[in-house]
């Protein structure tokens, strides 16, 4: 097997750069076509969802999709931070709002589990 050299001052690309683990993005479903990673039913297009980054070996970088009422505290305390989050910018205040309110609310009273099919502006 040939060695691969790289010239001097040469990176190789970053875990975010390839999309890999410990990526998260926010955005609304632009289909109606995934399926939620934690539920297993549809995610239907212009609902809130996330995005959890993986890639396995070389392949294109690809997201699992849930619900945003589907995930986890475990999962939003891994993420620390709304500002950690992939396209927070992107999106309109009061869906801005909510995944900021759900940041906020880690650790309290049960949520109840219910897919909305509410659009994203």
Same mark, same amino acid.
């Given at each position: 097997? /040939?060695?691969?050299?790289?010239?001097? !001052? /040469?990176?190789t690309r970053t875990q975010e750069q390839r999309g890999g683990e410990g990526i998260f993005c926010v955005e609304c479903a632009r289909s109606g076509r995934n399926k939620c990673s934690e539920c297993g039913?549809?995610?239907?297009?212009?609902?809130? @969802?996330?995005?959890? !980054?993986?890639?396995?070996?070389?392949?294109?970088?690809?997201? @699992?999709?849930?619900?945003?009422?589907?995930v986890k505290d475990r999962t939003i305390s891994q993420i620390g931070s709304p500002e950690k989050l992939r396209g927070l910018a992107a999106l309109e205040k009061k869906?801005?709002? /909510?995944?900021?309110?759900?940041?906020?609310?880690? !650790?309290? /009273?049960? @949520?109840?589990?219910?897919?909305?099919?509410r659009d994203c502006s």
């Open positions: 097997m /040939a060695t691969i050299t790289l010239p001097p !001052g /040469a990176r039913t549809t995610i239907a297009n212009r609902v809130l @969802r996330l995005g959890v !980054g993986y890639q396995h070996g070389e392949q294109v970088p690809s997201y @699992r999709w849930q619900h945003w009422t589907c869906d801005q709002d /909510a995944v900021r309110q759900r940041f906020a609310g880690v !650790g309290k /009273a049960p @949520r109840k589990k219910v897919h909305t099919l």
